[in-house]
Nanobody, 124 residues
């Protein structure tokens, strides 16, 4: 009963920035956790970062190294991923996910609701 739609992906040069959006609809009020994952060709889907709306906490993967920031606009039911200083290694399909959890899971199998993904390509 929760629908998620990602947007904001595209082609960017190394060192550039992008802001991804994840708009929720349906019974989005029932979710307590939002997260971003990414999947590069030939690799497993990996956790980027997540936010717990119930506890007000954030958690990021180590490879973010301060470059990415997750934020949200509760009035618009939208979660954002601000990505700065992008490198070719960040090239992947980025997905947003949500569920009702007590923590911020880092496994994709722990999330029930998923968007269709948005392509991020970092290349000169």
């Amino acid at each position: 009963q929760v629908q998620l739609v990602e947007s904001g992906g595209g082609l960017v040069q190394p060192g550039g920035s992008l802001r991804l959006s994840c708009a929720a609809s349906g019974r989005a009020f029932s979710t307590t956790t939002g997260a971003w994952f990414r999947q590069a060709p030939g690799k497993e889907r990996e956790f980027v970062g997540g936010v717990s709306w119930s506890f007000g906490t954030l958690h990021y993967a180590d490879f973010v190294k301060g470059r990415f920031t997750i934020s949200r606009d509760n009035a618009k039911n939208t979660m954002y991923l601000q990505m700065n200083n992008l490198s070719p290694e960040d090239t992947a399909i980025y997905y947003c996910a949500a569920d009702q959890t007590f923590s911020i899971p880092r496994r994709y199998s722990d999330y029930r609701y998923w968007g269709q993904g948005t392509q991020v390509t970092v290349s000169s």
